[in-house]
């Protein structure tokens, strides 16, 4: 088998129901289709012309090109079930080997893979990975070994924190604006912040009843979830402790999954539970929704999402094996 592919895909137009309900100042949004399936999810965009993603089940990482619709295919070889990545400035691609208990390192430059194992078999599933501001480190969950682990790039040091709850399910991450990680519990109606000097842990009590599955944060360090379980989206204030919350347009229905914050600190949610899912804006300057898309191709799911700010775009994968593009700000 060759490691190494070049294909081309098509974009994909489809036709929107009629039957679609609620749409409300659509944004564009594209699909590619990935002919080689293998659950293609998770793109981060590395420039306008270069979108990596992974293969799930297809054990590979790829690169898109938007302009062209090439994508180069890498096969990692072993079966470790890819769930996330990222690329640093460097080019280099970090992904989560989610079946094999480690972490990965591509170059693309030159071909190479490294594994990075977790330093005890605790940490079996590394889950989602971000960057802290200085690119340093990589901070990642790990769902059912209930930890939120940090590399140290430089050194390859893995340091694991374990969540106090029991059954937990640390879920999506990202680093805040003040350079703290903050966590999903999905397990719980709890999310995570960790102080990045002393790795700290501190659970932060949400609406009850709530199941936070991806986070984010706007500039102004207001931290908000996707709670799958009510079909809300919901903030928490760090600075006061205030809780808010906002039912989603599908409802108990929507099953809120991957999640995205542009530069204008507007908050993107798709709705999963609804067929086609939705692509869902809600601005905080007027604390309510005010973009509904259905997303062309269904979806299925969408389970995560990067903001390309350079370009105002928001990158997803689809259950259909199809790349997205939602164009959200200029």
């Known amino acids: 088998m060759k490691a190494l592919a070049l294909f081309l895909i098509s974009l994909i137009v489809f036709a929107i129901p009629a039957e679609a309900a609620d749409v409300l100042n659509p944004v564009g949004i594209k699909e590619w289709n990935i002919p080689f399936g293998g659950r293609s999810r998770d793109p981060f965009a590395e420039n306008a012309k270069s979108v990596w993603f992974v293969g799930q089940g297809g054990n590979y990482l790829a690169r898109l090109n938007p302009d062209t619709g090439k994508i180069f295919k890498k096969d990692l070889g072993d079966e470790p079930g890819p769930h996330n990545l990222i690329v640093g400035k460097d080019g280099i691609v970090w992904y989560s080997g989610n079946l094999a208990g480690y972490i990965g390192r591509y170059d693309p430059k030159n071909g190479q893979l490294e594994k990075i194992p977790m330093p005890n078999r605790s940490a079996r599933d590394p889950h989602t990975l971000v960057f802290d501001a200085s690119g340093k480190h990589i901070w990642f969950t790990s769902q059912w070994g209930n930890l939120v682990g940090r590399l140290t790039i430089a050194s390859r040091q893995v340091d694991l924190i374990r969540v106090p709850s029991g059954r937990a399910r640390p879920y ?42 991806r986070v984010d944060a706007t500039p102004d360090g207001r931290i908000y979830y996707a709670d799958s379980q009510r079909g809300f989206l919901g903030r928490l204030d760090p600075k006061t402790g205030k809780l808010d919350e906002w039912a989603l347009p599908a409802g108990s229905n929507a099953d809120p999954y991957g999640m995205a914050v542009d530069k204008l600190g507007r908050v993107w949610v798709v709705e999963t539970g609804v067929s086609p899912n939705k692509f869902v804006g809600f601005d905080p300057a007027q604390n309510k929704i005010f973009s509904i898309t259905p997303i062309p191709s269904g979806a299925g799911s969408v389970r995560h999402m990067h903001y390309h700010a350079a370009t105002g775009t928001v990158w997803f994968g689809t259950d259909e094996d199809t790349i997205g593009r939602a164009i959200v700000s200029k």
């Open 172 to 213: 999506g991450i990202i680093v805040a604006p003040s350079g703290v990680p903050w966590v999903a519990l999905l397990g719980t109606d709890k999310l995570a912040s960790i102080d990045p000097k002393t790795l700290k842990l501190t659970e932060h009590k949400v609406i009850a009843g709530a199941r936070p599955r």
